[in-house]
C-alpha cells in the first residue's frame, strides 16, 4: 500500500495566449481587488506597463526594481510603495525576481499577489520567500505569499532568449526531478512531476531552434506549471542546497547553475532513488537520465562545467562543506567526501558516473 499525505493549494491558474492582458483584469475582479501595484524587473517594465493599462482604474502603480534574490533595501521601497498608493492586492509581471519581491510584500503587507511568470522558475507555485540582507539569503514559507491567481501567456515567454530559455527549463526539472524523491512528495504530485519533466524536456528542442514557437512556448509553460507545482509541494534536496551555496555565497547564476549542476546530482542519488529515476527516464525516454540531461543541455547550447561558470577548483572544498554544513532531506546519505565528488565531476564537465 502506498501510504501518502497530500495537500493542495487553493488557487486559480489560467494558461492562454494573451492571457497577461485579456485575463489579469478578470482575476483582480474575482479576488475583489480594485487597486493593484504591478510589480516587475526594469526590463520586464514595457510589459508590466501594458498589464497595468490593461488594469484601468484598478491599476493603483507600477513598481519597475525587482532585482535578483531581493536585496533588502529593494524589498524596503517595495514595500513602502505599496503602502503609499494605498494597494489593496499586487500584480508580478516577470520571473522568479519580480514574484521573490511581490511574495516579500504580501509577507509583509498581507496584501493579495496575482502572478504573471514570464520564466519557467516555478516560484509562482510556491509559498517560499525569499530575502537578501547583508549578503545572505534567508528564505521562508508561508501561506500568505502563495499567489490567489496565476497566469500564464505563451506570449510573454516569446522574448525569452534561448540560453535563458534552455537554463530556465532545466531549473524547471530540477524541481520536477528532486520532487519526484522528496520525503513528502505522494502519488499526485509524482505524477505532476514525471509529467512536467517530459513536456518540458519535450519543448526545449523546438524552442532552441525556433524560440519565437508560440506552441512550444505553451507546452514549456505547461511545464514549468507542473514542475513548480512538485516543487511547492515538497521538500528540496542535495541539489537545491548546493545550487543555494554556490548562487549565495559564490556568486554563480541561478538557473546555469541549475543546468550544469543536475546531471551529476541525479548520478549521485539514482541508487538510492530508483523510483524516481524510473519516472524520469519514463519522461525523457531514457535508461541514462543523467548522460540523456547533461548531452540535451550542450546540444542546446547550456554552460557545460562549473568552471565554466567562474567557480574556481579551489572553492570545491568550501562548498562542499558548506552543502553538509545544514540538515534536509537526500534520498542518499550527504557527506563532504559525496558532495566533493559530485562538484569536482561537475566542475570538469565529465561524464556523469552512473556506475555507482
Ligand atoms: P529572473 O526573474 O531574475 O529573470 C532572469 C532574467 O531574465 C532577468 O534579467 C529578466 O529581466 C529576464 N527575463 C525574464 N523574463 C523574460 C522574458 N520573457 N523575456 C526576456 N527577458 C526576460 O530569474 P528567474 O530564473 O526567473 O528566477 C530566479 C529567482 O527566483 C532567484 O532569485 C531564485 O532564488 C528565485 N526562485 C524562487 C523560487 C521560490 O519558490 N521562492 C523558485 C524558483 C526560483
Known amino acids: 500500500m502506498k501510504e501518502f499525505t497530500h495537500e493542495a493549494q487553493p488557487m486559480r491558474v489560467v494558461l492562454r495566449p494573451g492571457a497577461a492582458v485579456t485575463a489579469t483584469p478578470g482575476e483582480a475582479e474575482r479576488l475583489g481587488l480594485r487597486r493593484l501595484l504591478v510589480v516587475s524587473g526594469p526590463r520586464g517594465a514595457q ?9 484601468g482604474a484598478a491599476c493603483a502603480g507600477l513598481h519597475t526594481e525587482a532585482r535578483m534574490h531581493v536585496p533588502a533595501e529593494v524589498a524596503d521601497r517595495a514595500v513602502e510603495t505599496a503602502r503609499g498608493a494605498g494597494a489593496d ?14 511574495k516579500v510584500i504580501a509577507l509583509r503587507t498581507r496584501l493579495p499577489l496575482i502572478a504573471v511568470p514570464s520564466t519557467y522558475s516555478g516560484s509562482e507555485m510556491t509559498p517560499v520567500w525569499g530575502l537578501t540582507e547583508h549578503g545572505v539569503k534567508r528564505t521562508g514559507r508561508d501561506p500568505s505569499v502563495l499567489p490567489r491567481a496565476v497566469v500564464y501567456d505563451p506570449e510573454l515567454t516569446l522574448s525569452l532568449p534561448v540560453p535563458l530559455t534552455v ?64 516543487l511547492g509541494a515538497t521538500t528540496m534536496g542535495l541539489h537545491h542546497k548546493l545550487c543555494h551555496v554556490l548562487g549565495g555565497t559564490f556568486g554563480l547564476p541561478h538557473a546555469e547553475t541549475h543546468t550544469v549542476l543536475l546531471p551529476y546530482v541525479l548520478a549521485h542519488n539514482a541508487p538510492a532513488a530508483p523510483g524516481a529515476m524510473t519516472a524520469l527516464g519514463r519522461a525523457l525516454d531514457t535508461d541514462d537520465v543523467p548522460n540523456a540531461l547533461r548531452d540535451l543541455t550542450r546540444r542546446l547550447g547550456a554552460p557545460r ?49 552512473t556506475a555507482r
Open 47 to 55: 510589459t508590466a506597463r501594458a498589464v497595468a493599462d490593461a488594469l
Open 89 to 102: 492586492g499586487c500584480v508580478t509581471v516577470g520571473g522568479g525576481s519580480a514574484i521573490g519581491l511581490g
Open 167 to 230: 537554463t530556465s527549463g532545466v531549473n524547471a526539472v530540477a524541481h520536477a526531478a528532486e520532487a519526484l524523491y522528496a520525503p513528502d512528495a505522494s502519488p499526485l504530485v509524482a505524477l505532476t512531476a514525471e509529467e512536467g519533466a517530459r513536456a518540458m524536456t519535450g519543448a526545449l528542442p523546438g524552442l532552441a531552434a525556433d524560440p519565437r514557437d508560440l506552441d512550444a512556448r505553451g507546452r514549456a509553460l505547461y511545464g514549468a506549471w507542473l514542475c513548480g507545482t512538485a
Open 305 to 353: 562545467s562549473l568552471a565554466a561558470l567562474g567557480l574556481s577548483e579551489d572553492d570545491l572544498p568550501r562548498a562542499a562543506a558548506a552543502a553538509v554544513s545544514a540538515t534536509y532531506p537526500n534520498p542518499r546519505p550527504v557527506t563532504e567526501a559525496g558532495v566533493l565528488a559530485v562538484l569536482r565531476a561537475a566542475h570538469a564537465g565529465d561524464a556523469p558516473d
